[in-house]
């Protein structure tokens, strides 16, 4: 059972940056795309961004020009630069690494909170 692990959250100011990571416990045989989904507290689940198996990134306008998603493919791991943050950032992120187009079909972190707040 493939397992995905989050970390970076935390508490930051309005206008701080955070790093998110996710990293699979294990290689994962035709991966198509990896990613960041967030959740916050009554709102629906949102897509942020995801990177392609040849690089290629989507983000959502929301997020576009602060956020940057990366990846270290000899670590299995993921990475969300998030800059510029905003009170509307406040969520629970959620990594999902999978085999589908925009994190279709995929295997879910258990997810990392992330408050900005003064």
């Known amino acids: 059972q493939v397992q995905l692990v989050e970390s970076g959250g935390g508490l930051v100011e309005p206008g701080g940056s955070l790093r998110l990571s996710c990293t699979a416990s294990q290689s994962i045989v035709g991966i198509n795309t990896m990613g960041w989904y967030r959740q916050a507290p009554g709102k629906e689940r949102e897509l942020v961004a995801y990177?392609?198996?040849?690089?290629?990134?989507n983000y959502a306008d929301s997020v576009k020009g602060r956020f940057t998603i990366s990846r270290d493919k000899d670590k299995n791991t993921i990475y969300l630069q998030m800059s510029s943050l905003k009170p509307d950032d406040t969520a629970v992120y959620y990594c999902?690494?999978?085999?589908?187009?925009?994190?279709?079909?995929?295997?879910w972190g258990q997810g990392t909170q992330v408050t900005v707040s003064s």
């Open positions: 999902v690494f999978a085999l589908g187009p925009r994190l279709v079909g995929g295997h």
């Open positions: 990177i392609s198996s040849g690089g290629s990134t």
